[in-house]
């Protein structure tokens, strides 16, 4: 779930679990109607909030082991629990540390171990690679991962960091402004509408641009000898070595393009993809009732 600061992702994450009072609306979360039946909703759902939410003077594992107890756990079952998770999570003798003097990234891990705890179906993740090093946030993604596809967990990602949804994603959703604008598989994205090619070429290929372009197709010239081609097919791959033999030009490699994530996301955002915009998006209200 992608969105510029302010789009409505948190918002949308806590009218779903019922932090938020909403003023209309119904669906389903897990079979379970919402939001009469949230209740329920909430306990098959292993939430990670951006913001921290640990209880001073506890350590890390009786952190995880009372989220654990609060999900209807035995202090025993709790306790072993708590443990094969933190294991799971990496944690070493620091899960014997009061939480307040973990750094921004072991209180991350800790948060992520809370949300596991009880073993739910659905894991809703509000960036949880935020405040994270580089190495701390490729273990943090690789589990994910790991849930993802051995474990049979369904996660929902809320992130801004384009990166992240590379790596782990299978479909994306995008909010601008509290409404949904695009919902679609990450290969759909990328799939450029019209075919698309890459070029990659050796020494100056400019005659050669200008060829492509005289032809009628657009054309635009990347870094490092690369030329992007939209709407060329098969059909006229031998005209386009052909422009490459007039203009001396050499050809080092020819590929399918794909668009790339950070163009979708900017273009979305800012209005310029009316194309993959639904016709009917849902808003996700941002004056809900958030008094507690």
């Known amino acids: 779930m992608l969105g510029p600061n302010g789009s409505g992702k948190s918002t949308l994450i806590k009218a779903l679990l019922g932090l938020l009072k909403t003023q209309s609306g119904h669906g389903q979360v897990l079979g379970y109607a919402w939001p009469k039946q949230v209740r329920s909703i909430r306990d098959s759902v292993g939430f990670l909030p951006e913001d921290d ?20 756990l035995s202090g025993t079952e709790g306790l072993r629990r708590a443990h094969e ?18 750094s921004t990234g072991m209180r991350q891990k800790l948060k992520f171990a809370q949300s596991l705890v009880h073993d739910p179906p659905l894991l809703i993740l509000d ?9 701390q946030r490729a273990a943090m993604l690789s589990r994910i991962r ?14 801004h960091i384009l990166p992240d949804v590379r790596a782990v994603c299978d479909n994306v959703i995008i909010l601008v402004e509290g409404t949904v604008r695009v919902v679609d598989s990450l290969a759909n994205l990328s799939r450029p509408v019209a075919p698309t090619i890459h070029i ?3 020494g100056n290929h400019d005659d050669f641009v ?3 372009a005289a032809a009628g197709f ?3 010239t990347e870094s490092e000898g690369g030329i992007r081609v939209e709407g060329i097919d098969d059909r006229e791959m031998p005209r386009l070595w052909g ?15 794909l668009n790339s994530l950070d163009k979708i996301f900017m273009d979305v955002a800012l209005g310029r993809s009316a194309s993959t915009i639904e016709s009917e998006p849902h808003a996700i209200r941002e004056d809900a009732d958030a008094s507690q």
């Open 146 to 159: 790991t849930l993802a596809s051995r474990h049979g967990k369904s996660v929902i990602l809320s992130t």
């Open 53 to 72: 939410c640990y209880i001073a003077g506890l350590v890390g594992v009786e952190s995880v082991a009372l989220m654990a107890r609060l999900s209807g």
């Open 200 to 202: 990659h070429t050796l």
């Open 127 to 135: 960036e949880p690679t935020t405040g994270l090093d580089p190495d």
């Open 218 to 220: 657009a054309v635009s």
């Open 85 to 102: 998770i933190m294991d799971f999570c990496d944690f070493g003798e620091e899960r014997y540390r009061e939480v307040e003097s973990y």
């Open 243 to 257: 422009w490459a033999a007039e203009t001396h030009t050499s050809i080092r490699g020819l590929e399918p393009a």
């Open 210 to 212: 200008a060829r492509i």
